[in-house]
């Protein structure tokens, strides 16, 4: 549970950081001007994704862990923005909705 909780929510704070990015905000919401907390989210989250990591498998197994899971989610995202970019921010969404009851039971 907290490894899906890890994936969840890391997969959620790099679509924030996708959208936060000019580049492909605008494939993604056709052209709108990116909101300026999104980064902050973006980044806030991925700090917070790293205390079910830390919790669950100890320091040293946790970062470990945490900085893979952070290339996996930002590998899917990758692939989501490339095959279908307008499904990042309700992907996004889903993870963070998947990801918070996972962090909550850590």
Known sequence: MKLFALAALL???VSL???ASERYRHDMAGGRPASPWLRAAGWALLALAALP???GWGPSIGVS???G???LAAFCCTLLISFRPRWVP???LA???LG???LALA
Request: proline share 4%; charged share 0%.
């Open 100 to 102: 918070l009851p996972g």
């Open 65 to 67: 862990l945490w900085l």
């Open 17 to 19: 950081l996708a959208m």
């Open 69 to 71: 899971a952070i290339g």
């Open 90 to 92: 309700w992907a996004g």
């Open 11 to 13: 997969y959620a704070a």
């Open 95 to 97: 993870g963070l909705l």
């Open 53 to 55: 990591a830390v919790w």
